[in-house]
């Protein structure tokens, strides 16, 4: 079954840090697209960051560029999200998803649902 499964998030304060973690299982990275989507309150979903499975070369969408990156870890089947000097504007439920047809130079571009394989999702709270 093609699954990926999303782990860390919470409460944080304005300029702090999180990590987000995803392992995914059932497909292989070397032909998906992985990446992390999230949905703020009222809003559509966002692309935020992506890995392209080509050459593992990163997309960022312009409001994160700078504060966040995604990184394959030693496990070849999981990614992170790294989240610094996090803003109140970026509280949302957090998703990890992957997909075979669209590519992450087009998903960091624009808003909606467009990867096939979700997971749960991690709320994120930045507040004071």
């Known amino acids: 079954q093609l699954q990926v499964v999303e782990s860390g998030g919470g409460l944080v304060q304005p300029g702090g840090s999180l990590r987000l973690s995803c392992a995914a299982s059932g497909f292989t990275l070397d032909y998906y697209e992985i990446g992390w989507f999230r949905q703020a309150p009222g809003k559509d979903y966002e692309g935020v960051s992506c890995m392209s499975s080509s050459d593992g070369s990163a997309y960022y969408a312009d409001s994160v560029k700078g504060r966040f990156t995604i990184s394959r870890g030693d496990a070849r089947n999981t990614v992170y999200m790294e989240m610094n000097n996090l803003k109140p504007e970026d509280t949302a439920v957090y998703y990890c998803?992957?997909?075979?047809?669209?590519?992450?130079?087009?998903?960091?571009?624009?808003?909606?649902?467009?990867?096939?394989?979700w997971g749960q999702g991690r709320l994120v709270t930045v507040s004071s």
């Open positions: 998803a992957a997909d075979f047809r669209f590519l992450c130079s087009d998903v960091v571009k624009q808003r909606g649902r467009l990867f096939e394989i």
